[in-house]
T-cell receptor, first 111, second 113 residues
């Protein structure tokens, strides 16, 4: 059974601060890792995919790293904005591209 | 243009009924998936089809039957609905090989009364 853990479950930060979201997984069979954003009542928006051969990916203010040896991924959001308020989901790929999801980091950016 | 679309967006029905949810993707992907998000917001894979062939079938009651008429469509039929089936069902698509980044639809919120 694949287990993906996200800590903290919820956090609030003042606007302008940098956000650091952590994801850990127990099984080395996980090969790729994908970060998603989910707004209340909405679907999932793909943010970044880190393939097994990569160590990090960047898109604008977002940077995600992957360390398979320690079973960890970190999503870093620079200079947070109120529009960044959402739930961020980490998901690991294993066996036939199954995604094992964490329970999410619920983020509130305070103006 | 919506990349992955689902219909209906909301579905309210009585226990014991049979219902279907439809999914279509216009990304040209060869693999499609169904995920279930429960009341605690936890997402879990249910099924996956690659080129119309079932490749993932997790521990799901056989009341749930996916059908893929072609690569761009994956439907989910649920028989004899139960209260515990209430959830948000998400469809997703990707390439099976190469870069398997999954793209999700907007979800279908199913409420069983």
């Amino acid at each position: 059974k694949q287990e993906v853990t996200q800590i903290p479950a919820a956090l609030s930060v003042p606007e302008g601060e940098n956000l650091v979201l952590n994801c850990s997984f127990t099984d080395s069979a996980i090969y790729n890792l994908q970060w998603f954003r989910q707004d209340p009542g909405k679907g999932l928006t793909s943010l970044l995919l880190i393939q097994s051969s990569q160590r990090e990916q960047t898109s604008g203010r977002l940077n995600a790293s992957l360390d398979k040896s320690s079973g960890r991924s970190t999503l870093y959001i620079a200079a947070s904005q109120p529009g960044d308020s959402a739930t961020y989901l980490c998901a690991g790929y294993y066996g036939n591209n199954r995604l094992a999801f964490g329970k999410g980091n619920q983020v509130v950016v305070i103006p | 243009d919506t990349a992955v679309s689902q219909t209906p967006k909301y579905l309210v029905t009585q226990m014991g009924n049979d219902k279907s949810i439809k999914c279509e993707q216009n990304l040209g992907h060869d693999t499609m998936y169904w995920y279930k998000q429960d009341s605690k917001k936890f997402l879990k894979i249910m099924f996956s089809y690659n080129n119309k062939e079932l490749i993932i079938n997790e521990t799901v009651p056989n009341r749930f039957s996916p059908k893929s008429p072609d690569k761009a469509h994956l439907n989910l039929h649920i028989n004899s609905l139960e209260l515990g089936d209430s959830a948000v069902y998400f469809c997703a698509s990707s390439w099976y090989r190469g870069i398997p980044e999954q793209f999700f639809g907007p979800g279908t919120r199913l409420t069983v009364l």
